[in-house]
């Protein structure tokens, strides 16, 4: 089985991108072949300082190593060194609909934030992340809940593409999801009803994976809750349901056990028991982290390394999508001096 996912360079990871996505790459290794890619020409999309680009994605590199990635188990690269992606995306756009790149929650939302330029690459954006997964034939895709819409197109392109050129062959693989039952959502602490985000209006609410232990505790204990006092889930509990399903992912454990263990501890205690947990969990992560991230070029040649092992399968599908097409020489002809 082989399992894909693709997380972008850009600010400092969090601890719903290390809950909701980070911890599954982490146990993919295990199950199947993992093949993960640090997506910076996804980053390009929106502003970006093209100085920090590359710093931000051996940020990202050191950050997945450090959370558990083997690079002898994996594969680990950077999107742009692996051309066959871009091509595939303009391949897939002929069968993209694009009304429904239109109307896509991401794009609404990100193209509504642009104050000076929203691009055509920002529209495009999920046929790029389509082209990343089925280059692979990847048959999952371990992310959070935010990017359902995403997965649901890449389906639907690779099923429109086996469609129209498959001949009644699978060529692309239609790839399956995997959104974790718990943490496939955290919530902003001071905001519970929105996402915890890079972009958060402030950095109360967000904890960084590589926050130190009095930045955690500061921001886990000052977390907006209700005014009631039990500990358990429920709708108009939003704050405190965050922090719930935080624990129990921190601590592997299903939300119930949590609910039963801390019902009547009192939202003081409940809190500085969570802000435990997390520095605990978070911990040796800052501290592989730091040993890495000081070692750009081993970074770099592990990412190269990556990048071969990863161009190797997507040229092999990129010929047979060009065969398919009609695109270009035939496969016949360019094995030929
Ligand atoms: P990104 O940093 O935007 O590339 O996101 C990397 C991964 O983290 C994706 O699989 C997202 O679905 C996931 N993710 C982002 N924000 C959250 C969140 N608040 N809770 C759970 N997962 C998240
Ligand atoms: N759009 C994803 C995000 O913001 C990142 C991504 C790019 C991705 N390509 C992918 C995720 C392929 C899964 C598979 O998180």
């Not at 756009?93 to 330029?117: C, I, N, P, W, Y």
């Amino acid at each position: 089985m082989r399992i894909f996912s693709g997380i972008q360079p850009t600010g400092r990871k969090h601890l719903g991108n290390y809950i909701g996505a980070i911890v599954q790459y982490v146990a993919s290794q295990y199950r199947g072949e993992g093949i993960f890619c640090i997506v910076d020409l996804h980053a390009i999309t929106v502003p970006y300082s093209p100085a920090e680009l590359r710093e931000r994605c051996y940020d990202t590199a050191a950050l997945l190593i450090a959370a558990g990635l083997e690079p002898a188990r994996c594969t680990l690269f950077r999107q742009s060194d692996v051309p066959e992606h871009t091509e595939l995306t303009w391949l897939l756009s002929t069968v993209t609909e694009l009304g429904r790149l239109q109307r896509m929650h991401q794009f609404r939302d990100k193209s509504l934030a642009q104050r000076e330029l929203v691009s055509a690459a920002l529209l495009c954006y999920p046929v790029l992340q389509a082209a990343d997964v089925l280059a692979y034939r990847a048959h999952e895709v371990p992310v959070g809940e935010d990017q359902r819409e995403h997965l649901e197109l890449m389906r639907d392109v690779a099923r429109r593409f086996n469609a129209r050129f498959g001949d009644g062959e699978e060529v692309l693989v239609v790839p399956e999801h995997r959104i974790p039952d718990v943490g496939a959502r955290i919530m902003d602490l001071q905001d519970p009803t929105t996402k915890m985000s890079t972009t958060a209006a402030s950095e109360q609410g967000t904890v960084f994976v590589l926050d130190g232990p009095q930045a955690i505790e500061r921001k886990l204990k000052s977390a907006v809750t209700d005014s009631g006092t039990e500990v358990r889930r429920a709708p108009e509990k939003p704050g405190i349901g965050n922090l719930i399903e935080i624990l129990a992912a921190v601590r592997d454990a299903p939300p119930e056990q949590i609910e039963s263990e801390y019902a009547d501890a009192g939202y003081g205690a409940f809190k500085a028991a969570v802000a435990g947990a997390v520095i605990e969990y978070l911990a040796p992560v800052r501290e592989r982290y730091d040993e890495l991230r000081g070692d750009e070029s081993q970074l770099e040649q592990i990412l190269q390394g990556g990048a071969a092992q990863a161009s190797a399968i997507a040229a092999e599908t990129l010929a047979d999508v060009r065969e398919r097409m009609g695109v270009g020489a035939p496969r016949r002809a360019r094995t030929l001096p």
